[in-house]
């Protein structure tokens, strides 16, 4: 069975180290990048299934990156962290392009369920049982 690889991108590195488990517990592959640009560079080179990408990164943002990797990988999948739950922070992202909206600090059960959820809707005749 192939793992799928994930990308989590965040200038923090408390919340990688935390993603990282979690992802990991739950059988994903991780690679992690410290900011927006290094998330698009990383991204280009391993080709994730899934990235979760934190908005506000130096360099460049989570949602620039976004749309950056978006026009090159079209079938990655995101799902956005963000402590700024602010109505034009949340505007600026494309909910075509992003499977959910994950506001910090977030709740581990909750993150699982989630992904979860991701797993069961993108995948649902491998995950149905998860």
Do not use: C
Not at 36 to 58: S, T, W
Not at 68 to 93: C, G, K, N
Not at 99 to 106: I, N, S
């Amino acid at each position: 069975m192939d793992i799928m690889q994930v990308l989590v991108a965040d200038d923090q590195p408390g919340i990688r180290m935390l993603l990282k488990i979690i992802l990991e517990q739950m059988g994903f592959g991780v690679h992690e990048a410290k900011n927006g640009q290094e998330a698009v560079e990383k991204a280009l080179n391993i080709r994730p299934g899934l990235i979760i990408m934190d908005m506000r990164m130096p360099y460049k943002s989570g949602d620039e990156a976004i749309a950056e990797i978006h026009s090159f990988l079209p079938q990655t999948d995101f799902i956005v962290m963000t402590a700024y739950t602010a109505p034009e922070v949340l505007e600026r992202i494309d909910r075509k392009k992003v499977f959910e909206v994950v506001a910090k600090p977030f709740d581990v059960e909750e993150f699982k369920m989630i992904l979860n959820k991701y797993l069961k809707e993108k995948f649902p005749w491998k995950y149905s049982f998860v």
